[in-house]
């Protein structure tokens, strides 16, 4: 196996609840079945998916403050709702932390949780395999959302950004902006080609 691959499960197995790094695991695995099915390179993914939480070893509350301290800029937004920081914050690590060099693991785990406009093929892979993972239980559209994500990714992608919006909007919960520019953008891409096909 990659060494880098077993030196970060080490490390993460450490820092990470237990449930955080099956998470952790399962999200790994499930990018790399969605590199196969998309043809990108799978230690990439599967790195990618290791990393994207590994923020999570610290509270909530500190995100803001370990953001400051490190230099990463945050918006109003993100201030007043740190929930998505660990996205930025856990870029940041996988970097200085962890030596990753690679703008698109970065950026994979940078987006997320919020997705971003112009999202690259492993931003999708990372954004999605979060969702679909085996572990998760808890949205009705799973089943549809599993099948989606290996028919047409960006269909699954639109449909997740916008089931998540959905959600947040029913239960009166604090929605990024970031994640309303990524449906906007969605929307407008969709827009456009359906206007090319016709
Ligand atoms: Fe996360
Ligand atoms: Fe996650």
Known sequence: MNEFIQYARKKLKKKLSESRYEHTLSVSYTCVCLAMRYGYPLEKAEIAGLLHDCAKCYPEDSYVSRCSKHGIPLTDEEKAAPAVLHAKLGAWMAK???????EEILSAIACHTTGKPGMGLLDKILYIADYIEVRRDKADNLPAMRRLAFEDIDEALFQIVEGTLTYLNKRGMTIDPMTERTYRYLCEQRQTQRKERS
Request: hydrophobic letters at 15%.
């Open 96 to 102: 200085e932390r962890y030596g990753i060099k690679d």
